[in-house]
């Protein structure tokens, strides 16, 4: 595929997001108004400068990224405005800024490519841990942390002008962050860590200390990440971390124990926090109380359901009776007015972004790039999962967003992050 026909497909992508917004407004009895045009304006402006920058910086740059991150990102524009158009005039803001990141990526490695990174490993960790920091922050300052669900995630700014506080989430960021600090790592000590190990007892184990940086990287996160109850995101890192490891160096090892250590942190989990019992419980059996922990899960099946094979039709649904709609349940909105088909549909968008990250990964020569594009790769398709998962009821809720799709900006951010950086990757080693 030409940049030309990638064009065309972001393109149609925006035509989708401005119909989208205009079907629902003709379901709710709306005329057109300007609603439309700003979707259309923000779709422009985000993916255009995307398409742009990979045509000026990146011209041999994978060009399967940016249609299907379009697609994804107008089906969930589309059903974030159905929910609630104030926070779709947000996300609108949102993109447009994650677009414009996204340029800034791939115009600040146009020369040295994504090996400069390299170099500042430790920088992007010192960086990551700020950012899961920065929840901790006292209530009291006008930056400070903030409670939702019982999760301490987020980092609200105070406005005194505006109808509404800046609020995002800095683990996104970090989790892309501490992405790239694992790749450089596990470049440099990836060899050593595949053949050199110490026998305990009957078993072989990797030699302790190259696993030192990264033992102490992933505490911290953990740590942090435990005392803020964010079991979501310390799911995901985890497999994360495990997944690199297992990437690096090929050995079963690393899977086994991280299987063995996600059962024994899960009970622990179980033992400790009450919010988590409810998560579990609700997953075991939503309708043992509906009205309590178990409504929003029920909901969202609800929704799914009453969707069947096309769906109800843009608008004319009721997703505003799922709770978190418009962030954690996205996917249910989209079951219940698209039905089975566009579930289908975007599930196969996603398994196309996954494969088109392996694929880059496989391709790549460089242990760096390699390790980069399979890191980011395992992070989007992972945070997919587990958040489809919980939504079907096949894996507890996590809490955690969907890339693309949720509304949230810190989210939109780091996914126009990977796609830049899965572009870059993409380029250099066609080049």
Do not use: C
């Not at 495990?242 to 063995?260: C, D, H, I, K, N």
């Not at 007015?337 to 968008?349: C, K």
């Amino acid at each position: 595929m030409t940049r030309n026909t990638e064009a065309v497909f972001i393109l149609a992508a925006t035509v989708l997001a401005s119909v989208g917004v205009a079907m629902v407004q003709f379901a709710g009895g709306v005329w057109l108004d300007s609603e439309v045009a700003l979707t259309f304006v923000s779709f422009a402006l985000a993916f255009g400068a995307l398409h742009v920058a990979f045509r000026l910086w990146a011209p041999n740059a994978n060009t399967m990224i940016l249609p299907i991150a379009a697609f994804l990102t107008a089906l969930g524009t589309i059903e974030v405005f159905r929910i609630d158009p104030e926070l779709a005039a947000l996300q609108r803001w949102w993109l447009v800024f994650a677009g414009a990141a996204g340029a800034a990526i791939v115009w600040l490695l146009r020369s040295s490519g994504v090996a400069v990174l390299r170099r500042y490993r430790y920088l992007f960790l010192a960086a990551a841990m700020v950012l899961l920091m920065l929840p901790l922050l006292p209530e009291s300052w006008p930056m400070h942390g903030a409670v939702v669900n019982g999760s301490r995630l987020w980092v609200r700014i105070d406005l005194p002008f505006a109808a509404r506080d800046l609020s995002f989430q800095p683990g996104e960021v970090a989790k892309v962050f501490l992405t790239v600090f694992l790749a450089s790592y596990l470049a440099d000590r990836s060899e050593a860590m595949s053949t050199v190990s110490r026998k305990v007892g009957p078993f072989r184990i990797p030699e302790p200390r190259h696993l030192g940086p990264i033992i102490v990287a992933a505490g911290v996160a953990f740590i942090v990440l435990v005392y803020q109850r964010d079991l979501g995101a310390s799911l995901l890192l985890f497999g994360l971390f495990v997944g690199m490891l297992y990437v690096a160096t090929g050995r079963g090892f690393y899977l086994g124990m991280g299987l063995a250590l996600v059962t024994v942190a899960g009970l622990t989990a179980f033992a400790m926090f009450s919010h988590v019992q409810v998560r579990i419980e609700a997953w075991l059996n939503p309708f043992a109380d509906y009205a309590g922990s178990g409504y929003q899960t029920a909901q969202g099946l609800f929704a799914m359901g009453s969707g069947s094979l096309t769906g109800s039709g843009l608008g004319l649904g009721r997703p505003d009776l799922i709770p978190a709609a418009a962030t954690d349940f996205v996917f249910a909105a989209i079951g219940e007015e698209l039905g089975l088909a566009g579930s289908i549909a975007v599930i196969v968008g996603y398994a196309f972004l996954v494969a088109i990250g392996f694929g880059i990964a496989l391709r790549s020569r460089d242990r760096f790039r390699k390790y980069l594009a399979a890191g980011l790769t395992i992070l989007l398709g992972l945070q997919t999962f587990l958040i489809i998962a919980g939504i079907v009821r096949l894996f507890p809720i996590t809490g955690i967003t969907l890339p693309f799709m949720s509304y949230g900006g810190s989210s939109l951010l780091a996914s126009a992050m990977i796609a830049a950086l899965l572009g870059r990757i993409s380029h250099e080693e066609r080049t």
